[in-house]
């Protein structure tokens, strides 16, 4: 599956959900955010029936964001139903690793192959600072537990916000130690599109871009900074996915329709 730029289209982001049990704050506004309406959230069957049909057009990588993917509940029993696809190659997660601990076993029982995990410093006043209320040992204890799962390689999320080099060097040191793959990603603005190349990973490249996300919603984004989107429950799920990447855009520019917290990054 090529887009109009002769990318080849086979990684698809799926946000299950717009709620976290976090509020970083180059995330979410510290009051919250207007969640969706329950009855506007996509089900497991119809997540389950688009990733199919995007799997027989070519997709072979698909990931489950958020929010934050395990706070929705069953979320296991979605990964199994994904999992049974015939052509998913990987199944990954992102992940805040606070929950992770509960479920990391059951999630690599039921077909997912890895995770991400955000972290994005080992210092936990500082790390209890960005997320507002998040607890760094519940992250620690989540990522112990995806390795002795399996959930590997286990790659480390950092955003960088203009810490000192030495935090940054205590972060490279412990992942490190702790054969953790680091990712630096560089804070953007998605209404101004400010973005960058992610060090350690393939995003913000628009030239190698091979990604779709399918947003809690319905509405599939050919890129995570345009307001584009197309919703499968209104167009249906083969005319949202044929618009999504025949419109593709040649690189970013802003978007002023989303935020991160329900887009997936």
């Known amino acids: 599956m090529y887009d109009r730029f002769n990318r080849k289209i086979n990684y698809l982001r799926i946000s299950v959900t717009d709620r976290c049990n976090l509020r970083c704050t180059y995330c979410m506004p510290a009051e919250g955010i207007q969640l969706m309406k329950h009855e506007e959230i996509l089900s497991f069957e119809e997540i389950a029936d688009f990733t199919r049909l995007a799997v027989s057009q070519g997709i072979n990588k698909v990931r489950l964001t958020g929010g934050e993917p395990l706070v929705r509940k069953r979320i296991v029993d979605l990964v199994a139903m994904l999992a049974q696809i015939e052509g998913v190659q990987e199944l990954a997660m992102t992940t805040n690793g606070q929950l992770l601990d509960k479920f990391a076993a059951d999630l690599k029982k039921a077909g997912l192959n890895r995770v991400n995990i955000s972290l994005d410093t080992i210092n936990p006043e500082r790390y209890c600072q960005i997320t507002r209320n998040g607890t760094m040992d519940k992250v620690l204890k989540g990522i112990e537990a995806a ?69 809690a919603n319905g509405d599939i984004k050919p890129c995570l900074f345009s307001d584009l989107a197309y919703n499968i429950r209104s167009l249906g799920a083969e005319k949202a996915l044929n618009l999504a990447i025949g419109n593709k855009p040649r690189s970013g520019t802003f978007n002023q329709s989303g935020e991160f917290y329900n887009i997936g990054g």
Do not use: W, Y
């Open 147 to 215: 390795q002795q799962a399996g959930l590997t390689p286990v790659k480390i999320n950092a955003v960088l916000m203009g810490e000192p080099t030495q935090e940054i060097q205590q972060l490279k040191a412990f992942c490190k130690a702790h054969d953790l793959s680091l990712r630096f990603i560089h804070q953007m603005n998605l209404q101004t599109g400010e973005f960058s190349k992610v060090e350690g990973g393939e995003g913000g490249n628009c030239k190698r871009c091979n990604r779709l996300r399918l947003l």
